[in-house]
């Protein structure tokens, strides 16, 4: 049924829970879903719980021992190593005491991706937003803890962030212990943005970018379908328009996500959107599905029905979060079945997971206009 007022999403109903669970699949490391699952249960903010998370992910590479890297280093030293600094040592006489200003590369913990991290946490214990609906008890152990952690991260220097310093990190394959805290870190800096507003706003601000949050939507359902159907084939398709011309200036299209079975050949195409609105009413009051969404689902589907009898039959959905009433509506479309659904970020986790399996159901959605 289609409700009287638009579906939307309140970044205030999200709990915390969900939207790290949210975080961790749409950065593909769900494996880490379970670790804190005691705390994402009871953190009072999410800002909160990426601290306490980043706090524990650092102690863990502190354990393993910090990642190291040739660096070069410019300082006067006793004799002489790799490139003497000529101009310099004759300006401080270094040559008269046997010492000498000298460029070499030196294997150091002051890298980019520590300092990152040691200047996330610095921030962090000065963050009054950190403690908004917590108890005394748990900032003053959080607080603790974050300095129990600078303190060990000796030689790594205190630097200010720029998003471009997270752009510049490349993470090899045995970096993966890096993964999470660089998430962390690049989540928390993005989301600098004093207010006086109530709430969690880290919260509302993944949502209050529509385009951040649409993308953030969109991985997290996809790496979802990927770990939870394992018999499919799922993921981001890239179509080309049936041109029997053959011009080189037709565009490319790009799924979301697809997903095919072998046994039954079956295919579905999922478009997820995030919109303020689910339903648009825009001329006669009248509340309506957003016709652009539904044009490029319909493009997606007819475009592709020369290339056999799963495409031919192909059916798609369109699928949006919300926090408020839902939609489940079908058509059928020049023998497509076209579903508009929503996935309620409010509900437990469990009804989540239930619903997008749902979602996917390829014989289900393929059945719905029959």
């Known amino acids: 049924m289609l409700p009287s007022a638009g579906v939307v999403v309140d970044a205030g109903k999200i709990p915390v829970r969900n939207a790290w669970y949210l975080l961790l699949y749409a950065w593909d490391l769900a494996q880490w879903k379970d670790q804190w699952k005691s705390s994402a249960e009871s953190a009072p903010n999410l800002l909160g719980l990426l601290a306490r998370v980043l706090v524990e992910c650092t102690s863990d590479l502190l354990r ?4 190291r890297a040739h660096q070069v280093t410019i300082r006067e030293i006793n004799g002489i190593r790799g490139r003497i600094d000529f101009a310099t040592s004759l300006k401080r006489m270094s040559f008269i005491s046997g010492r000498a200003v000298c460029a070499f590369p030196e294997l150091t913990v002051d890298t ?7 200047a996330t946490l610095d921030r962090l214990l000065t963050d009054e937003r950190v403690e908004a609906g917590s108890s ?3 900032v003053l152990a959080l607080r603790h803890d974050i300095r129990a952690i600078l303190g060990k991260l000796e030689g790594v220097s205190p630097v200010r962030i720029r998003a471009a310093d997270f752009n510049a990190i490349r993470l090899g394959r045995n970096d993966d212990s890096y993964r999470l805290p660089l998430e962390l870190c690049r989540l928390i800096n993005r989301c600098e943005m004093p207010t006086e507003d109530p709430g969690d706003q880290l919260m509302r601000a993944l949502v209050r970018d529509e385009i951040v949050f649409s993308n953030l939507f969109e991985r997290f359902v ?7 159907l394992p018999d499919a084939t799922v993921t981001s398709e890239t179509l080309l328009w049936h041109d029997e011309v053959g011009s080189h ?5 790009r799924t979301d996500i697809t997903i095919e079975r072998k046994i039954p050949d079956a295919r579905l195409v999922i ?3 995030y919109y303020a609105k689910t339903l648009s009413s825009r001329y006669d009051s009248v509340e309506k599905f957003h016709s652009a969404h539904l ?3 319909y493009a997606y589907l007819r475009t592709q029905e020369h290339r056999g009898d799963s ?3 192909c059916p798609g959905v369109l699928l949006y979060p919300t926090t408020s009433s839902a939609i489940d509506e079908r058509m059928r479309v020049q023998g497509h079945d076209i579903r508009v659904a929503t996935i309620d970020l409010a509900r437990p986790w469990s009804d989540i997971e239930r619903g997008l399996l749902a979602v996917a159901d390829t014989r289900a959605n393929d059945r719905a206009g029959g």
């Not at 393993?64 to 990642?67: H, K, N, P």
């Not at 980019?112 to 040691?118: D, E, G, K, P, V």
Request: aromatic residues 12%.
């Open 222 to 228: 996809r790496a979802f379908l990927k770990q939870a």
């Open 249 to 253: 200036f037709a565009p490319r299209m």
């Open 311 to 313: 495409f031919r039959n």
């Open 112 to 118: 980019n991706r520590n300092r990152l991290i040691r």
């Open 64 to 67: 393993r021992q910090l990642s």
């Open 136 to 138: 005394h008890e748990h």
């Open 295 to 297: 044009y490029q689902l």
């Open 271 to 273: 478009d997820t959107k």
